[in-house]
Nanobody, 119 residues
Framework: QVQLVESGGGLVQPGGSLGLSCTASGRIFSINTMGWYRQAPGKERELVAEITPGGSTNYADSVKGRFTISRDNAKNTGYLQMNSLKPEDTAVYYC?????????????WGQGTQVTVSS
């Protein structure tokens, strides 16, 4: 079974930086678009950033210029580098990937990792 495992969450002060990673494992034929979503208490889950296999990216307006999404296809790993963090970035961050497993392409989610920005 395909699994996405996230790491890198934690507590950071405003203006600080944090890097998240997401590694896929299992019976993977290929990974299409990967993305990062976040959900703050009392709010809906929102797209933070996404990246295609070729490296094309898309960011939420709220994180443009501060966050960078990347991927290492050889390692089946996606990354989210978060700089100039603000308290409003506090949320549970979820990795997402569209993965071809032979019988079709399916949507997979990581377990979520807490990012807290507070002084």
């Amino acid at each position: 079974q395909v699994q996405l495992v996230e790491s890198g969450g934690g507590l950071v002060q405003p203006g600080g930086s944090l890097g998240l990673s997401c590694t896929a494992s299992g019976r993977i034929f290929s990974i299409n678009t990967m993305g990062w979503y976040r959900q703050a208490p009392g709010k809906e889950r929102e797209l933070v950033a996404e990246i295609t296999p070729g490296g094309s990216t898309n960011y939420a307006d709220s994180v443009k210029g501060r966050f960078t999404i990347s991927r290492d296809n050889a390692k089946n790993t996606g990354y989210l580098q978060m700089n100039s963090l603000k308290p409003e970035d506090t949320a549970v961050y979820y990795c997402n990937a569209h993965i071809w497993i032979g019988i079709g392409e399916y949507d997979y989610w990581g377990q979520g990792t807490q990012v807290t920005v507070s002084s």
